[in-house]
């Protein structure tokens, strides 16, 4: 690697970084600095989102390009975050650079999400070229398949979209930062006039003054303005309700508001919008002169700093910036002391203004759920994801105008939650001014902890029958309370018990133990989605268990994560727990109750109120129905009665899961008609009223 020179004042005299030392910008500066920021010098500066771009020497004394939060006072700035070095590599390679009062600037355009937009090459190995980058968090960048142009120059950028174009080509080139999904939305087309504020492109139309919205996701024209300007429009820039033309550097300006559907009639030369006004540099005054329009008219221009004319005509973000979220005034003074100004001007509500929203679905062993969005301006925000019961399993939050979604499946501990339904939603509240914004979804987890019943892996209980041909079949439900199809296998003998278990060997499918006719208890691997046949891969736990007239699994009753069995021997009614081990096998039983003969029914119905642990279900003789509460300490609290009267025409009764995709554990009887019958839980341990089902079920010799 080549060593760095000592750097002296201008850029031309930057030398020799070697290939690849992107990530030393020396020691961070104090977390919190007062404003005015001195510098030793600043040869580039932007403003957007709260965020302060510059060039400039960090601490060691190499040239980056930097970030640095605002605080929504503007009384300080946070600790600096470099996006780019902006000296010269070794092979000579460095950001393009423009002449400038300070000697070269950097051609650098922020967008509003921390990012920053530059052209990166002009040496031997990019044949002399440039290409356009997006230098994103931790040095990283995207170019994608910019071309190698020469004379690039920044139209635009809002959040992940932007616009250039190139003098080699005579094109403007139109892109999207992916972070997470790919989009096709890349144009090339000729140059005019262009703007971007999220997704939407907008360039003049047919006609004098006449502008247009492309949508780059829809590929559609979305919009249609008539903005009152005489001429085909010479600049954009659109700010959310404002949209900002003019005809050339002196000719008429103008801005229209799309909500008032009117025009403000504004000073012509350059100019940069805020959210509600413009600032011009008056060079002969050396002023920056703003201009209020939020009201739909345009107020005296008012000055706000003494800015000297420069050698300049142009000086936008070479010395001087507006941010157009929602923000304030940022400028160098002759003295390479950094300023920011308030505007004065109240912003717009707080706003969306797009986002990139990620699929339905997350896998927790090899997926992520990653969304981005971008606010009108800065905002505090909180991101969560909630389980079908409400329990927050994730939180992140951030200041600034890109929220971001990110979540592995996983608990803010590293649990594994349970597979199932779960919500995220995204809370976010201006830092200054007014409005909050709040949006919302589902995301369906696969991959994790099964729940009650769950021999699919997607969160759904499975009922499963065995017929009098000897095929034990799996039903899966689409999450509406039916069961909608079925797998089979063949070969299991009569009197052949299956119990729908939990995943006790760890990899998240779930077992199936199966008694045997002869009373080997086996237990067999899980599937995850598969019936089972005889011979499938199994671990024999023993045989004598025909003595044993209910054999059921609540969930996890003890509080260790792993599934329970419940027994009743036949003679006695005396019930026992066997608690799942981390070997994948069963503990040696623990009675519970002496005699429970009194039960005709004993089900393993799930976790029946949110609290995470299995709970039992029992009818007597008398159709009573009661509940239990597992305690998570292997024991069931009293009993509690749901209903008298209850369940005399029911020959099966079965916990199986959440079949409606709610969250919550429902239950599956079939009377002596074969008529199937759900009893959607309520989450609270108790049902709600019952609903058919299906009929013809008479022909199952068995439910479980």
């Not at 060593?3 to 030393?24: D, E, P, Q, Y």
């Not at 077992?511 to 045997?516: F, N, P, T």
């Not at 009675?591 to 003969?597: R, V």
């Amino acid at each position: 690697m080549a060593r760095r020179a000592r750097i002296t004042l201008t850029f031309a005299s930057l030398v020799a970084l070697g290939a690849g030392s992107l990530t030393t910008a020396g020691p961070a500066a104090a977390d919190t600095t007062p404003l005015p920021l001195t510098t030793s010098g600043v040869w580039g500066i932007d403003f957007a989102g709260g965020v302060l771009t510059t060039v400039e020497r960090a601490p060691n004394g190499d040239p980056y390009v930097t970030n640095r939060p605002v605080a929504a006072d503007g009384s300080t700035v946070g600790a600096r975050e470099p996006r780019a070095y902006a000296g010269e590599y070794a092979t000579g390679a460095h950001l393009s650079r423009t002449p400038c009062d300070a000697g070269t600037c950097v051609s650098l355009r922020a967008a509003g999400n921390g990012d920053v937009g530059v052209f990166f090459g002009n040496s031997e190995e990019y044949d002399g070229k440039e290409r356009a980058q997006i230098r994103t968090a931790g040095n990283g960048y995207h170019s994608g398949s910019e071309p190698l142009v020469t004379g690039g120059r920044y139209v635009d950028t809002t959040g992940r979209y932007f616009v250039y174009e190139a003098a080699s080509t005579g094109r403007q080139y139109v892109d999207s930062v992916q972070p997470y999904h790919v989009q096709h939305v890349r144009l090339t087309r000729a140059v005019t006039a262009a703007s971007v504020w999220g997704s939407r492109l907008y360039a003049p139309g047919t006609g004098d003054g006449t502008v247009t919205a492309y949508d780059l996701e829809q590929k559609k024209t979305v919009e249609t303005l008539a903005t009152g300007a005489p001429c085909t429009v010479g600049e954009l820039q659109v700010v959310g309700r404002w949209v900002y033309w003019n005809c050339g550097p002196t000719g008429a300006a103008g801005v229209f508001d799309r909500t008032a559907k009117k025009n403000v009639t504004v000073p012509s030369g350059p100019v940069l919008v805020g959210d509600g006004y413009l600032v011009r540099h008056d060079r002969a005054a050396g002023k920056l002169m703003l201009t209020d329009f939020h009201t739909g008219t345009a107020a005296a221009a008012r000055e706000i700093a003494d800015l000297p004319a420069g050698n300049t005509a142009d000086q936008r973000r070479q010395t001087w910036s507006v941010d157009k979220f929602g923000g304030d005034i940022a400028y160098v003074d002759p003295d390479s002391t950094v300023h920011v100004v308030r505007s004065g001007v109240p912003s717009q509500p707080l706003a969306p203004v797009e986002a990139e929203v990620d699929d339905a679905s997350v896998n927790v062993a090899d997926d992520w759920w990653n969304s981005t969005w971008q606010l009108s301006k800065p905002a505090t925000w909180t991101f969560t994801v909630k389980d079908a019961q409400g329990h927050r399993v994730h939180t992140r939050t951030g200041t600034g105008t890109a929220p971001e979604g990110n979540w592995n499946g996983r608990t803010d501990a590293g649990a594994v939650p349970y597979n199932g339904r779960f919500t995220w939603t995204l809370t976010a509240t201006a830092t200054e001014g007014a409005g909050t914004y709040t949006t919302s979804g589902a995301i369906g987890l696969s991959g994790g902890r099964q729940g009650h019943h769950d021999q699919g892996g997607y969160s759904y209980g499975e009922l499963v029958t065995l017929n009098a041909s000897g095929a034990l079949s799996l039903h899966y439900t689409h999450g509406k309370g039916t069961f909608d199809w079925k797998v089979s296998t063949g070969g299991w003998p009569a009197g052949t018990v299956a119990v729908p278990f939990g995943d006790l060997t760890g990899d998240r499918c779930a077992e199936m133990l199966v008694r045997m006719p002869g009373g080997e208890l086996r237990r067999y691997t899980g599937k995850c989605g598969v019936s089972y046949s005889p011979s499938s891969s199994r671990l024999s736990l023993g045989t004598g268990w025909n003595t044993f007239d209910v054999l059921t699994a609540p969930g996890d009753v003890s509080g260790d994560g792993r599934p329970d069995l419940i027994a009743r021997k036949a003679a006695t009614g005396a019930v026992y727990l066997y608690k799942g081990t981390s070997a994948g096998r069963l503990a040696a039983p623990v009675k519970l109750y002496d005699n429970w003969k009194t039960y005709k029914k004993v089900v393993g119905a799930g976790d029946l109120n949110g609290d995470g642990v299995g709970d039992l279900l029992a009818q007597d003789k008398a159709n009573n129905l009661y509940r239990y509460y597992g305690t998570g300490k292997g024991t069931f609290s009293g009993r509690v009665k749901l209903y008298a009267g209850w369940g005399a025409s029911y020959n099966a009764l079965v916990g199986v899961g959440d079949v409606t995709g709610d969250g919550r554990a429902d239950l599956v009887a079939r009377d002596t008609a074969g008529v199937l019958w759900r009893m959607p839980g309520t989450g609270k341990g108790t049902f709600s009223a019952r609903v058919r089902t299906a009929t013809g079920w008479q022909g199952y010799k068995g439910l479980f």
